[in-house]
C-alpha cells in the first residue's frame, strides 16, 4: 500500500496523500509545517533502518492521517569502524533519451514521436559525492559516537538558443551544493536507561 505518487505529493500510504504523512527521525518529528512534507533529509550512510507504519501505529503519532515514516540513524559502538565515501555521475555516462511522443506543433491530429536530444541537444552535468564517516566509543559500555560528512555537489551545463533573439544565446550553468553531516552521541549511563542526541546538517545552496 505504500506507493510514490508524484500526484499525490510524494509518498502515498493506502491512498493518502503525502501531506498526510508524518516523518520522524531519531523520534524527532521533522514534518513541514506548510507543506506537510519532510523538512528533514538523512544521507543513506547515515541510515540503520527505515521504519513505514501504515496502521495500528500508537497514540504519538496521532497527527498522521496518511502513514509514518520513521528513520533510525546508525550508532557507534565498542569497536572502531570507518569508511570512505565516493559517488560520481555524468551525463557521459548515460545512452540517448527514448522519443517522446506528442501531438504536432503544426496540426493538432497527428501524433508524431519526437528526440529532444537531437533536436536541442543534451545537457551536461556531473554530480559528485565524497566524504567519510567513523564510528567508535568514547568510553567502553558507556558512551559511543558515529559521524558522518557527505557534501554533494551538482553541475549542469545547457546550450541555450533563443528563437526571438540571437543576443542571449550561450551555454548556461547551474550549480548546488549541500553539505550534508550527522552527528550522534549514545550514552548508557545506567544498566536500563539510554540516552542519544543526534545532529543532522542538510544545507544547501544554488
Known amino acids: 500500500g ?4 508524484t500526484g ?6 493506502d491512498g493518502a496523500s503525502g501531506a498526510e ?13 506548510y507543506t506537510g512534507q519532510s523538512s528533514q533529509s538523512a544521507s543513506f550512510e547515515m541510515v540503520e533502518e527505515v521504519q ?20 533510525v540513524t546508525r550508532s557507534g559502538g565498542n569497536a572502531f569502524h ?20 506528442r501531438i504536432s506543433p503544426d496540426n493538432d491530429r497527428i501524433a508524431e514521436y519526437v528526440n529532444y536530444q537531437d533536436m536541442y541537444g543534451k545537457d551536461k552535468w556531473d554530480r559528485i559525492e565524497a566524504g567519510f564517516n567513523l564510528g567508535g566509543y568514547i568510553l567502553k559500555d558507556r558512551l559511543w559516537f558515529f559521524g558522518t560528512v557527505l557534501p554533494e ?5 545547457r546550450e541555450v538558443n533563443f528563437l526571438i533573439s540571437d543576443e542571449f544565446d550561450g551555454e548556461y550553468k547551474y550549480k548546488t551544493k549541500a553539505y550534508n553531516y550527522q ?3 549514545t550514552a548508557q549511563p545506567l544498566k536500563d536507561l ?3 542526541a543526534s545532529f543532522i546538517n542538510n544545507w544547501n545552496n544554488e
Open 8 to 13: 499525490l505529493g510524494g509518498t502515498s500510504v
Open 183 to 185: 552527528m550522534k552521541l
Open 52 to 71: 513505514v507504519k501504515a496502521s495500528g501505529y500508537q497514540a504519538e503519532y496521532g497527527g498522521s492521517m496518511g502513514g509514518v515514516i520513521s528513520v
Open 153 to 157: 555537489f551538482f553541475t549542469r551545463k
Open 21 to 33: 504523512n508524518m516523518f520522524y527521525i531519531d523520534g524527532m518529528d521533522t514534518t513541514g509545517l
Open 2 to 5: 505504500v506507493n510514490m505518487e
Open 82 to 101: 570507518g569508511e570512505l565515501i565516493g559517488y560520481y555521475g555524468s551525463s557521459w555516462m548515460q545512452g540517448k533519451e527514448r522519443d517522446t511522443l
Open 194 to 196: 539510554r540516552l542519544t
